[in-house]
């Protein structure tokens, strides 16, 4: 009985320890959750929105680039994808071959579309193909019934309406590069473009528009449930161009009888720029379809570099088209007067050196204007050697060689204007007299884009402004024109009216160097300089053997230069021609030149001011996608 | 031998329904009831596939419960061995299918219910330990003799739920029955003795482990060491307990469970999903729940007259919350992940017989407190 007693004892005292130990133990989980729910709540709660929710971010449309009058020259494509969803039917590889009977699907295609349902989770669309005919679109569409899964898409694509023509000027779109990710989540978002060159690169975030946003609630394996918010995409801002497409146009496929050749044909006064290419050129859509290796090496390796804009970052010598910057310096050094004549016998002799004048025999007895009509090298030899270099730089700098202008396209140039201190700078060295010889006719050191050609051209014809090349205008200024104007150069307009006599007289005299590209219509008439640029030194050899330049190897002969104004008494339009290896001014350049001013002056596009963005031109253009999208 | 306190008549069917203990069976409902709101909810609002099959089970184990409590408990008594050597041989029968057969199988398929033998041996173990500990005095008890064959009766169950292999269920027995070696009298130096052995064995039971189970083990030790493997579960349990807050998101809010992060919502992961809709609130009310349930089954025990229902109803109350504990901290991240269910809660045909059985021995026990099981 005790012993009982005492076993029921020991059995109830256990019998609470046991019960203790369950209310202690409840108690360290309702501790537990207590610490999960309440102290680290805030924590936990973060952590599920994030697992719940995914952002998506929202392409914006990339505002497009329109020349001057509003005609599109870069455009968003609309561009039909057909897509399949895995979890939509029940045979993919039934579906993908009733598509090719359909519309024309490559085998890879197909391979490449199975291969990567089996990767993806089923409700992820996979592409089957991009860039679908409308045709292809409506017979899609007509038999969708049999096609289960498939799913048609619109998509955006940059298009170049103008291509080749604008390749440069444009530039063009192209996948993000890994070092150009940055904060703007756009950059990463798969399929993105941004712009890789020219007025694309240069604008790109004015272009980009602003990225929309769409929370989604997620499920576990990212498909989407519903739409919490969304923030619509603001789409790039719009850019109107100065550029004439029609005489862009015009331009690059004058050019393109040349091997390698670039343009620029700008306003005089006001610094438009209207047109400006560069020969060869590409085609920019190639890189928004998909560019294929070959492609790529074969416009690689090209040795005219179709990539450069040579319009802007193509360097030459001047060579005669300085030669009014020289007559300018000298006249209004006082150096010589514009009726002081220098006997030109075919060469000049400073010290043991002797330079030779283009023409073989000499040009006889040469004023001022003669020394431009005629392209007298003596002349401007002797005028150098009295005047220094460093005057002729002044007037260089004055006219706006040497320098950039802040140019829209940032592959500007800068070009070179050599003077004392530089070459003392550059080599250390004293800078010689037959150096201000050479300067004097364009050679030497001295480099000037066809850009450069252009403007100084229009601060020579336009009554002494220093006028600056722009492109683009609207909402959006590169280069804006001053309030007032462009400043007026500190020029004496009677020296400038002997240059301007001369260069008139180049095209529109009997013993001019352009007379052979005269325009004989009086009201089109136009003036300009020729010039010819060495690329190799003559040697004495040649020059006694009489080698003509065409006959040496491309990379060897000339550069063909030539820059004008029209109409040639009241210049309004301006331009620059440098023909690569095209071996005279007169012979490549100045048909050209003629060619173009001729167009320009016909077009006329100063006439019409630069077209103004507005929303209205957007609205509808949305409004006709969403019809055809119907 | 005369008991001075013994009732001598037998009871009828009506008395013994009305000394049933309506107390428990209301306790038991309404944690059942939590149930079928958390399967409702795992449904996305709806009563199929989960709740409505998990209500018509439990209203089928509530009564096989209340047949079981109004059997006498002398005939349990008596049935406790034939029982025990049933349920061996039933895990035997399973271990044997699973290697005929297709591959690791954990039951018996008997057509309206999947029986799995591992649930119903860890009430049959506690029967048997009680029933051998009811005639031993503390004397028999502090000999090591006389331990042998209760340390068998719970090792010979255990080793075959091991080769199943489910160390989980392996250890809520050993748990169980230790226990049950306790209220019986055993010497405090058995337990002491006992972990140094645990803590010796822990390197040896390591390299017995199964991959999956080592893979258990260290995640628990650091979840983050693979989120997104097998960390991933208690990773994302812990966010939906820690997002429900002080009130939890509300029925049916439950975003972790709705999107499917959480994994095995309707059956292991159960407890979650109700504190994510019911936050701190509800799951501590639920807590409370179970911890009423306890207490109930300590009163019982205390209660009784002779030791086999005093260890009886008592190993009953803690094999119920070794269920419990074991879920609630797995899925609270306190211990590795076991894979075990939240009795009455989770979906799931076994283990809420086994409980249920369970209450009916406990209520056995009690409307037949007076009853002479033996002698």
């Known amino acids: ?630 | 031998m005369s008991s001075s306190i013994s009732l001598q008549h037998e009871q009828s069917i009506f008395e013994r329904l009305a000394n049933l203990n309506w107390l428990l069976f209301l306790l038991i409902t309404g944690i059942a009831c939590v149930g079928f709101a958390a399967l409702y909810s795992a449904a996305g609002g709806s009563l199929s596939p989960w709740a409505s099959r998990q209500m018509a089970r439990f209203g089928v184990a509530a009564f096989g419960m209340i047949i079981i409590a109004i059997i006498d408990i002398k005939w349990w008594y008596r049935l406790t061995w034939p029982l025990f050597f049933l349920g061996l041989f039933l895990l035997l029968v399973v271990e044997i299918m699973g290697h005929v057969g297709m591959g690791a199988q954990r039951w018996i398929d008997l057509g309206f219910i999947k029986l799995q033998p591992s649930e119903l041996m860890k009430i049959v173990v506690v029967m048997a330990l009680a029933r051998y500990f009811h005639t031993a005095t503390l004397e028999d008890m502090r000999r090591i003799t006389f331990l042998v064959i209760p340390v068998m009766v719970i090792m010979a169950p255990v080793g075959l739920v091991l080769l199943q292999p489910d160390l989980g269920t392996s250890l809520m027995i050993i748990m169980a029955g230790a226990a049950m070696f306790f209220m019986a009298g055993a010497s405090i130096w058995l337990y002491i003795g006992g972990a140094i052995a645990v803590a010796g064995m822990i390197p040896i039971a390591w390299h017995f482990m199964r991959d999956y189970q080592k893979q258990r083990v260290l995640t628990f030790l650091d979840p983050e060491r693979d989120p997104l493997g097998a960390g991933y579960h208690i990773t994302q349990s812990k966010i939906a307990l820690g997002s429900g807050g002080l009130e939890g998101k509300g029925f049916l809010e439950g975003t972790q469970s709705r999107l499917n992060f959480l994994p095995e919502k309707q059956t292991d992961f159960i407890f979650t999903l109700w504190a994510e809709e019911f936050g701190l609130i509800g799951g501590v009310l639920l807590l409370s729940l179970f911890g009423l349930v306890f207490l109930y089954g300590l009163w019982i025990s205390v209660r009784g007259r002779q030791n086999y229902m005093r260890y009886l109803a008592l190993g009953l109350s803690v094999n119920f919350s070794l269920y419990v504990f074991i879920n609630i901290a797995m899925v609270m991240g306190l211990i590795p992940v076991v894979g075990a269910p939240l009795p009455l809660i989770s979906y799931g045909g076994t283990s809420m017989l086994a409980v249920m059985i369970g209450f009916g021995l406990m209520m056995s026990c009690s409307i037949h407190q007076y009853t002479k099981v033996s002698r």
């Open chain 1, 1 to 630: 009985m005790k012993k009982q007693q005492d076993q029921v004892k020991v059995f109830t005292r256990r019998a609470f320890v046991i019960g203790g130990l369950q209310c202690a133990i409840l108690g360290v989980l309702g501790g537990r959750l207590a610490w999960l729910q309440v102290a680290q709540g805030s924590r936990y709660k973060t952590l599920s929105e994030k697992n719940r929710i995914n952002l998506k971010v929202i392409a914006p449309e990339r505002g497009q680039i329109v020349d001057r009058f509003g005609v599109p020259l870069a455009v968003n494509a609309q561009n039909f994808r057909a897509l399949i969803i895995p979890e939509q039917t029940d045979d993919i590889e039934k579906s993908l071959r009733t598509l090719q009977d359909t519309i024309e699907i490559s085998e890879e295609d197909i391979q490449r579309v199975l291969k990567q349902a089996k990767k993806t989770a089923r409700f992820v669309p996979i592409e089957i193909r991009d860039d679908l005919e409308w045709e292809d679109v409506a017979k899609v569409e007509v038999n969708l019934p049999d096609l289960p899964g498939l799913n048609i898409d619109v998509g955006e694509r940059r298009s170049y309406p103008y291509g080749e023509a604008t390749a440069h000027l444009i530039g063009y779109v192209a996948a993000v590069d890994k070092s150009e990710v940055g904060k703007d989540p756009l950059l990463s978002l798969p399929g993105f473009k941004i712009g890789k060159t020219g007025i694309e690169k240069r604008f790109d975030l004015d272009m980009r528009g602003q990225a929309g946003r769409a929370e989604v609630e997620v499920n576990v394996v990212g498909r989407e449930v519903r739409e919490l918010r969304k923030k619509e995409s603001r789409h790039g801002k719009r850019v109107v161009l100065t550029i004439d497409g029609e005489l862009q146009r015009f331009t690059q496929s004058r050019l393109a009888e040349q091997k390698s050749a670039s343009a620029v044909i700008m306003d005089a006064h006001s610094g438009e720029v209207y047109a400006m290419a560069s020969h060869p050129a590409f085609d920019p859509n190639i890189f928004t379809s998909g560019i294929t290796a070959a492609q790529m090496l074969e416009l690689d390796s090209n040795p005219a570099k179709p990539f450069v804009n040579k319009a802007v970052s193509g360097q030459y010598p001047p060579a005669s088209t300085f030669k009014m910057i020289t007559l300018l310096a000298g006249l209004s050094n006082r150096t010589f007067s514009s009726r002081h004549t220098v006997f030109c016998k075919g060469h000049f002799d400073l010290g043991r050196d002797r330079f030779h004048c283009w023409k073989r025999g000499g040009h006889g007895w040469v004023d001022a204007r003669k020394a431009i009509q005629v392209s007298c090298d003596c002349y401007f030899y002797e005028l150098a050697l009295e005047l220094g270099i460093d005057s002729i730089a002044e007037y260089a700098h004055m006219l706006g060689l040497g320098e950039k202008y802040g140019f829209e396209l940032a592959e500007e140039r800068a070009g070179l204007v050599p003077d004392r201190n530089w070459k003392l700078g550059q080599f250390g060295e004293k800078w010689q007299p037959g150096e201000s010889v050479v300067a004097a006719i364009g050679q030497g050191y001295l480099q000037a884009t066809p850009l450069q050609l252009a403007v100084m051209t229009s601060r020579l014809v336009n009554g002494g402004y220093a006028v600056k090349p722009w492109i683009t205008g609207g909402d959006i200024w590169g280069n804006k024109p001053p309030e007032g104007g462009w400043p007026k150069l500190n020029l004496n307009s009677a020296h400038m009216k002997v240059v301007k006599d001369g260069m008139d007289r180049v095209v529109n005299t009997k013993n001019g160097t352009a007379v052979g590209s005269r325009i004989v219509e009086d009201e089109f008439a136009f003036g300009g300089k020729t010039g010819t640029g060495q690329v190799q030194r003559i040697t004495m050899q040649q020059r006694m053997a009489g080698i003509k330049n065409e006959e040496l190897k491309w990379k060897s002969r000339h550069h063909a230069l030539f820059v004008g104004y029209a109409p040639m008494h009241k210049p309004k339009y301006v331009c620059s021609v440098v023909v690569e290896h095209g071996i005279g001014g007169s012979r490549t350049a100045a048909p050209i030149a003629r060619d173009l001013l001729l167009e320009v002056q016909k077009r006329d596009p100063a006439k019409t001011p630069l077209h103004e963005p507005n929303d209205q031109v957007v609205q509808n253009k949305d409004k006709q996608k969403e019809q055809t999208a119907l």
